[in-house]
């Protein structure tokens, strides 16, 4: 009976005693066997399109660890490459992808309904997965929110302000707008076969969410979010959303119940009993472990975990870090972490 499964009881509201667990980017290099198999497969855009190898990845951290969630293997910009920008990794420096700066580089994208046939081996995995995983284990999809994706597509890469993104918004609104506007229409339809091949829950990654203020933050976060939730449950009533408007600071008051979205992932920065007063108090919240612990480790790790284990012990909770795991990471200490939550 899918209730029983202790994800989807958290995100139904129920507060228990040891709350489930999954990491931010749990299949990753940390992991030898994912090393392995992402050298099987080339490289990491082979591996995503590969729907053998990257369930094989996503199950990798499930067999070795038992959390309770598995989150799909793909990436965030997977959506700009399926509409049409130009997208590769440089090995040690990270994404790159073709940039978008004028109308005339807009008029380039495909439309948001043309996006499947590059997607197909995503939803493909997915039900490769939804056959596979125990019993017990929720399976996650995922996309990057309008505005996040957005910063890549119009920098052409990571930058550490979102400076491109914040000019582009500042000299062109119409053009900002019309492309958070094709972003937001791709990640519903997208979100929404993914819901079909099997996804038990969404999560909506707003990784640069941080750098918007006042009304941009109202207009270019939390209004994306709301509408792809509320096309969502439109689509797919009973299918729970996470955000992750990370770094949001104050913004993060009300935003689940603003947006409509069932849990609310707090990153590194939140003080998880000021969050049980002020967040936890609308619904399910998930986090915060500094990813640091992952590498460190030790009783640093054991304490600060317990912290947040017992700060958010009276109402709905997923356990996760506040950010993905490093490379440099552990995974002894991964296991440690687990301990630590489920020996309550
Ligand atoms: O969490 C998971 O295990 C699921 C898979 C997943 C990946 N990326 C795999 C990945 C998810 C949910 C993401 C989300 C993602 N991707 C975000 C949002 C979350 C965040 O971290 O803030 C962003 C901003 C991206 C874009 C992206 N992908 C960057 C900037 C990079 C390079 C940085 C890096 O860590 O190397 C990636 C690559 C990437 N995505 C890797 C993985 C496992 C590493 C690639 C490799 O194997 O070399």
Redesign the pocket.
Known sequence: MAEQKKILRALAGEKQSVPPIWM??????YLPEYRAT?AQAGD?LSLCYNSELAAEVTLQPIRRYGFDAA???????LIPQALGADLW?VTGE??RLSTITSEADFAKLGPASDIHETLNPIYETVKILSRELPAETTLIG?A?APW?VATYMIAGR?TPDQGPAHALKQENRPLFEALLARITEATIDYLSKQIEAGAEVVKI?D?WAGSLKGEDFRKYALEPCRQITAALKERHPGIPVIGFP?EAGDAYLGFAKETGIDCLALDNSVDPLWAAQNLQVDGCVQGNLASRHMVTGGEELVKETRAIVQAFQNGPHIFNLG??ITPDANPDNVKLMIDTVREA
């Open positions: 931010m980017r749990q299949a990753g290099r992402r990491f989150i799909l293997f793909a990436d965030i910009l990794f990270g994404p995922f990057g996040t990571g990654f990784s990370r950010h993905g």
